[in-house]
C-alpha cells in the first residue's frame, strides 16, 4: 500500500446513490474516485422518512417539525463529514505515491517505482520518454497498418529519427535542442552535440563534393590532402598509385 503524509486535492459528489470523494494525481489530474456509502445512505433514508412520517402525523404543527427534524435527503447530499473523507481516502490510497523530491502525490501513471520518484524527478527521466515515445510509436505504427497508412508512418518515423539524429541532446532528461545549443534549456546540463556524418571516400572534407581525386575540392576550393585510402573501397593504399583490392587509380 501507498504511503503518503497527506491527501490530494479532492472534491464530493453525488450521482443520486449518496456522496463519495473523488482524488485527483497532482501531476495529470488522474481522477480515482471512493464508493458512496450506499448502505448507510439507505438506512439514514429510511429513517428519516420514518421520523418524518411519525412527526407529520402530529396535528398543528406536525409537518413543520418534520421538514425541519429530518432535512435535506441524504442521497443527494454534496458534502462528507471529515470521518467519512479519510474514509474515501482509505479506499484509494494505494493508487498514490508521494514523490520524496518534489512533494506531490501522483498516480502510478506519473511513478517511476525503480527510483521512488515521481518521473519528472527521476534520474531516469530521458530513459523513461525515450521507452514511453517507442511504445506510442508502435501504438500508431499498429493503427497505420490497420488502415492502410504503414509506408506514410514509415516514412515520416525515419524523418524523425534523422531530424533527431542531428540534433543536440541533453542526456540528462533527454530535451532535443537545434545543433550547436550548448546548454539544455529545460534543465541547464551540457548538451550532447550531433555526431558528424563521415565524409563519403573521395568527398571533399568541407562541402563533401566528389573530387576525383583533385588536390584542390572542384567546389569549394578546399586544399586536399593526398589519398591515403582507396576512392572506390576504402582500402588502405600504402602510397600506391592502384588500389591493391580494386585496382582503382588513387590520387
Known sequence: MATTGRMPRYD????????YAVFYCDRCEREFRSQPDITGTIANDIGRQAMGGVLRGMPLFGRAIADSV?????RYASHLSPSQVQAAWNQVADRFYECATCGQIVCPSDW?????TCKEDSPRRGEIAEAEAEQAAGMVKGLANAFGLGAAISGAAEAAKRAAAASARCPKDGTMAPPGTRFCPQCGSPMVQPT?????????PSCGAATGGAKFCPQCGQKLAVATTCPNCGAEAKGAKFCPECGTKIG
Do not use: F, H
Open 12 to 19: 464530493v459528489r453525488n450521482d443520486g446513490a449518496g456522496p
Open 112 to 116: 517511476d517505482p525503480q527510483t521512488n
Open 70 to 74: 429530518t432535512g435535506p435527503d441524504p
Open 196 to 204: 558528424p556524418p563521415a565524409a563519403a571516400p573521395g568527398a571533399c
